[in-house]
């Protein structure tokens, strides 16, 4: 009995700075869409009402000078989440795909615990460079 006790209270008390962590990170939401400019967006001073993204933006982080680093919607998308210039990631032209061993933020963040999903429409492989737990 008090062995049990005590293996209960080693892992109480090991759990313990995995909840604070977890605690600490803050939530991450990317939000990426088709033929929408910043000019269109409420919180950019656009003409839209978009009163939920521009909550988003009022409380958490508004990049206000971010570049894409190919005309294409493929390579973009490949860029954004790899961090590499599509031509160095081999996701270029369009409809290509990033080189195997190639990392993207899935294996970054899940590295520090994050889980990280993909919503929508996505036009980036190969499933191991990009190991969404959800994607569709």
């Not at 990033?98 to 899935?106: L, Y």
Request: a positive charge.
């Amino acid at each position: 009995m008090n062995r049990l006790l005590l293996n209960l209270l080693t892992v109480a008390c090991l759990s313990v700075p995995l909840a604070v962590r977890a605690a600490e990170a803050p939530n991450i939401v990317f939000i990426n869409a088709d033929d929408l400019t910043h000019r269109e967006l409420g919180c950019y001073g656009g003409q839209a009402i978009t009163p939920n993204i521009d909550r988003l933006a009022t409380e958490g982080m508004r990049f206000t000078r971010c570049f894409q680093a190919a005309p294409m919607c493929s390579p973009t998308r490949h860029n954004i989440y790899t961090g590499l210039y599509p031509v160095k990631s081999g996701a270029y032209p369009n409809h290509t795909f990033a080189k195997e061993g190639t990392k993207s933020v899935c294996h970054y963040l899940g590295e520090l615990g994050y889980r990280i999903a993909l919503s929508g429409k996505t036009h980036i492989a190969p499933k191991e460079v990009f190991p969404f737990e959800y994607s569709g």
